[in-house]
């Protein structure tokens, strides 16, 4: 079932949105940021960077600044700080929610019953 | 050795994955995409593995363009031409990341072309109808069973076939983008077909497409040489009607105008046909007498005839008959302008007239005509 757009970003648009968070960048600028970032984990195809740029400044997510030559770079807009905030939150809760999953199961004796704390 | 060669190409359009599988088989094989037009066409190179993408096009301007497919070669990725609504990109480096790395956003990309492709299905389809509606304006010519009998019947099933096949190449089309679409948006990625067999499937369908052209043009040949026509002085005797000199002999002596016979052999009728005509004084004969493949051709056409006379003349008189001789027969009569017609089997026999005799006079004459070529 295909998810609803920009609902739930992927890794590839967390990281575009990222980029742009602390400066303007150029498409060139940002593969290479989110490269260096995840230390090559998340890749970024142009054909990825660009759709993903065309289409956030379609939702007024990002918006160009300036262009020079070949060269168009991107600002973050109010909008997209707040997508991006509300992603950060939602993936705390994840982080959260697998936390302490993951103690309980550490807890849990191997027959499945949860361990004496006395 | 030849640097350019053509081949014959999957045509699957929406199925962009086994075009890709099929250009990377070509580019291993030493060919690098060139142009992509009826028959796709390819440069030489030297054999090499390397990754192809098609890429939908996106709406960019020149500038936007021109920045992006620096960003692409920057990536690895070199811009080689167009095909249907995708920009082609071939990566000869094995490291650069794929043009695509996200199948959720590659989605949108493919959202973007599936708009397109329904516009583009949609106003096709609306010009494929008017062309199909002009071929069809036969039906409504007074003349349908006639133009159906004489060989348009073969032209309308060759419409019909293409309109239908091409409709169920725009829902293929558009439900194989809409497919890879939704199988993008949920994380799949874009799965690819086997080339050889797409090329195979397209072969078929080129041999196809070529016999109908070929049995169509040869239809439209055997039509063509199937009409003769001659003046009427060379006409072989007995003449398929019953002729002015009988029906008038004195408006029949001076010269005429126009003294014509003309024959057409067809797969379900066999025409012959008799003009004569003359302005000053005023008389004519048209006769036509035709033998059709079945009894309910001839019902048709002997109905579509008297309804064109009687379309023409709405308050003629019509006297039906009873004669043994016919199996339907019926004079029509409106001042000078009168019409016989009559069916016995598979013939059917109209003469239409310009006279002041009255064809009732001529039964036995019309009666002999049938027998004669019966």
């Excluded at chain 2, 012959?272 to 051709?297: G, H, I, M, Y």
Aim: hydrophobic share 45%.
């Amino acid at each position: 079932m295909a998810r609803e757009p920009l609902k739930v970003l992927t890794e590839s648009m967390f990281y575009v949105l990222l980029s742009l968070l602390r400066q303007e960048r150029c498409g060139t600028e940002i593969v290479q940021y989110v490269d260096d970032a995840t230390a090559g984990r998340v890749p970024l195809g142009p054909g990825t960077l660009y759709t993903i740029l065309a289409k956030f400044q379609e939702e007024g997510l990002i918006r160009e600044t300036a262009v020079e030559g070949r060269k168009r770079t991107y600002a973050i807009t109010d909008r997209g700080r707040a997508l991006f905030r509300q992603e950060l939150s939602r993936l705390r809760l994840c982080v959260g929610d697998g936390e302490r999953e993951e103690r309980a199961a550490e807890n849990l004796l191997p027959g499945g019953r949860e361990e004496d704390p006395s | 050795m030849k640097d350019r060669r053509r081949f014959l190409a999957p045509r699957d359009l929406w199925d962009a994955g086994t075009i890709e599988a099929w250009l990377e088989e070509k580019a291993a094989q030493g060919w690098i995409l060139e142009k992509w037009g009826i028959s796709a066409r390819f440069e030489r190179i030297d054999p090499c593995r390397c990754r192809v993408r098609l890429d939908p096009k996106d709406r960019r301007n020149r500038q936007q363009q021109a920045e992006a497919e620096t960003l692409y070669r920057d990536m690895g990725w070199r811009w080689n031409g167009t095909l249907w609504f995708y920009d082609v990109y071939y990566c000869f480096d094995p490291t650069a990341s794929d043009l695509y790395t996200d199948p959720e956003t590659q989605a949108w990309a493919w959202g973007k072309l599936l708009k397109r492709a329904l516009w583009r299905s949609g106003l096709s389809g609306l010009l494929l109808l008017l062309w199909a509606a002009l071929q069809f304006d036969g039906l409504w010519s007074g003349h349908a069973v006639q133009l159906f009998l004489m060989g348009m019947w073969a032209i309308w099933l060759f419409v019909i076939l293409y309109v239908v096949r091409e409709v169920w190449e725009a829902v293929r089309t558009v439900w194989g983008i809409r497919r890879l679409k939704r199988r993008l948006a949920a994380g799949v990625p874009m799965e690819r077909g086997d080339p050889a067999r797409a090329v195979r499937r397209q072969r078929i369908r080129q041999i196809a497409d070529w016999t109908a052209i070929a049995l169509l043009a040869g239809w439209i040949l055997v039509i063509a040489c199937g009409r003769e026509e001659m003046p009427l002085s060379d006409a072989p005797s007995p003449l398929p009607c019953v002729a002015l000199e009988a029906l008038d002999p004195e408006a029949a002596g001076p010269e005429l105008d126009i003294a014509r016979y003309e024959t057409f052999d067809g797969l379900l009728i066999q025409s012959r046909r008799v003009t004569q005509f003359r302005w000053q004084p005023s008389a004519s004969v048209q006769a036509e007498l035709d033998r059709v493949a079945l009894v309910s051709f001839a019902e048709a056409l002997y109905r579509e005839r008297v309804g064109a006379f009687l379309d023409a003349w709405p308050n003629a008189e019509v006297r039906e008959l009873t004669d043994g001789r016919f199996d339907q027969a019926v004079v029509i009569g409106a001042g000078k302008n009168q019409l016989f017609a009559a069916r016995l089997g598979r013939m059917v026999l109209t003469e239409r007239a310009e006279t002041d005799t009255d064809l009732m006079d001529h039964l036995d004459g019309f009666a002999a005509v049938l027998v004669e070529f019966q």
